[in-house]
């Protein structure tokens, strides 16, 4: 069964600390996509992953894919409170085609 | 303007009752789906059409029943319903169904609260 296994499940932390959040799997992903759920809403698409080792920023956000493209993780600098929300990494392997998610991390961020 | 709507945002219904989740996407994309968001928020695919036809159908009890009239609209309709169905459901659209590629992007809808008493 291939999985992708998203931690911590739950974080809390107060405005302007870091984090990181992790997405890791015993398989190998083609490619890997970061998504926000904010309540009440849909997720939305932060970034694609593809090549080994790629980093990617979006602002205060770095995204890295892990050399083996089995594992990916998110940092957050100096969060702010409008980064509250559920973060779902989901990739596709080269077998299948389907998007496979992991369950998330539900981030709040503390004024 | 919404790229991809669904209606209605909020459902309540008792038990047994037939229940019908509309979506229309106007992305000009080929490949619609239908998602499960259980009260973990686990994200599962439930089905996917690509151009009106069925590509995707996971284990889904057959009183789920997608139909896609046309490659804008995948709706879903629901029969008996059971406690066990109360979720989040979500429709989402993309442009063909290879690589998750950067131009191949899933939008979701901002989903269907469904509650079952």
């Known amino acids: 069964t291939q999985l992708l296994e998203q931690s911590p499940q739950f974080l809390s932390i107060q405005e302007g600390e870091n984090l990181t959040v992790y997405c890791n799997s015993s398989?190998?992903?083609?490619?890997l996509q970061w998504y926000r759920q904010e309540p009440g809403e849909g997720p939305v698409l932060l970034v694609t992953?593809?090549?080994g080792g790629e980093v990617k920023k979006l602002k205060r956000l770095t995204f890295q894919f892990g050399d083996a493209r089995k594992d990916s993780s998110l940092h957050i600098t100096a969060a702010q409170t409008g980064d509250t929300g559920l973060y779902l990494c989901?990739?596709?392997?080269?077998?299948?085609?389907?998007?496979?998610w992991g369950a998330g991390t539900k981030l709040i961020i503390k004024p | 303007d919404t790229a991809v709507s669904q209606t209605p945002k909020y459902l309540v219904t008792q038990m047994g009752n037939d229940k019908s989740i509309k979506c229309e996407q106007n992305?000009?994309?080929?490949?619609m789906y239908w998602y499960k968001q259980d009260s973990k928020k686990f994200l599962k695919i439930m089905f996917s059409?690509?151009?009106?036809?069925?590509?995707i159908n996971e284990t889904v009890p057959n009183r789920f029943s997608p139909k896609s009239p046309d490659k804008a609209h995948l709706n879903l309709h629901i029969n008996s319903l059971e406690l066990g169905d109360s979720a989040v459901y979500f429709c989402?659209?993309?442009?063909?169904?290879?690589?998750?590629?950067?131009?191949?992007?899933?939008?979701f809808g901002e989903g269907s609260w469904l509650t079952v008493v």
């Open positions: 992305l000009g994309h080929d490949t």
């Open positions: 989901a990739g596709r392997t080269d077998s299948n085609y389907q998007l496979i």
């Open positions: 059409y690509n151009n009106k036809e069925l590509i």
């Open positions: 992953v593809v090549t």
């Open positions: 398989s190998v992903f083609s490619s």
């Open positions: 989402a659209s993309s442009q063909g169904t290879g690589a998750l590629l950067s131009g191949n992007t899933i939008y």
